[in-house]
């Protein structure tokens, strides 16, 4: 329980932390925390291939190509305008005051819903897979067969798109 | 021992929760694209938590939780490409990727 504690807090903490931080590249970074506590939550739920892909993919792959982005696009200050913290931004209705409140009564219907329901849900795990590799693989390869055929050509779909919108502009002829 | 034993699935539904609606709050209060997409990532692994919960308490779920959260981790995966890509090709052409800024589509 208090690895759990532990885990979810650094996670939310590093969440707001990437909503709130004044410097673009101090929340991508923020953002590699929270990808990294969200893996140690797969860990303690014993899913020990997703934690792993999680942290190769997200934490590594996906945080790669954030730091890039930023990198390349032409900012002209990396600061954010409004970056005079977040109670002064609370004055301006639109970036700050609303999205707050309207988040917040999201998560008070959320907390609502699910301590109704909690006396109906489980409180222990289920048994853990002896090989949870093995278990993914035998869901994606048999049960989700297509879906999974449909997901290898959107990523390869994305790859060509990202490649051709991001060609060098110069030399133009196709 | 690390393992899930004392905790009960609420806990890691009401987790999942929080994060999304960080996640939400990053998304909606941000005005640089870049920022957005990150909102868009912590939401996308907030509901990854949800389901790899479910797969783990649940016994109808079992397989079914953690095959979707690898689809969500391929579509995360390719909406950060697709949109990171956007993001720069806009920074050239403009200048700018505030998105007040980028308000008429014509380019």
């Given at each position: ?17 990437v ?52 990198m ?103 | ?26 998304a ?10 990150m ?50 090709i ?12 980028i ?5």
């Amino acid at each position: 329980m208090a690895a759990f504690i532990l885990l979810g807090a650094v996670t939310v903490y590093s969440g707001w932390r990437v909503a709130t931080a004044p410097l673009v590249t101090h929340a991508a970074l923020f953002l590699a925390l929270t990808f990294a506590g969200v893996a140690g939550v797969f860990f303690l739920l014993q899913a020990d291939f997703l934690a792993a892909v999680q942290l190769l993919l997200y934490a590594g792959a996906v945080m790669t190509v954030v730091i890039f982005a930023i990198m390349l696009s032409e900012m002209k200050d990396i600061e954010e305008p409004r970056g005079r913290g977040l109670l002064g931004s609370l004055r301006s209705p639109f970036l700050g005051f609303f999205p707050l409140a309207g988040v917040v009564l999201l998560f008070a219907v959320f907390l609502v819903v699910y301590l109704r329901a909690a006396p109906a849900l489980p409180g222990t795990p289920l048994p853990a897979p002896a090989d949870s590799t093995a278990f993914i693989a035998g869901a994606l390869f048999k049960t989700y067969a297509f879906p999974f055929e449909v997901a290898s050509v959107l990523l390869l779909a994305a790859m060509i798109g990202a490649i051709i919108l991001t060609r060098a502009e110069g030399g133009r002829g196709r | 021992m690390i393992a899930a034993q004392g905790i009960p699935l609420v806990d890691f539904l009401v987790l999942g929760a929080l994060l999304f609606c960080v996640g939400l709050f990053a998304a909606l209060r941000r005005s640089n694209a870049i920022m957005i997409l990150m909102g868009i990532e912590v939401m996308l692994n907030a509901v990854n938590i949800n389901l790899v919960a479910f797969s783990r308490y649940l016994p109808q779920g079992a397989d079914r939780g953690q095959a979707f959260a690898v689809f969500v981790l391929a579509v995360a995966a390719a909406e950060a490409a697709v949109g990171l890509a956007l993001v720069i090709i806009v920074s050239r052409r403009r200048g700018a990727i505030e998105i007040e800024e980028i308000s008429d589509m014509k380019g």
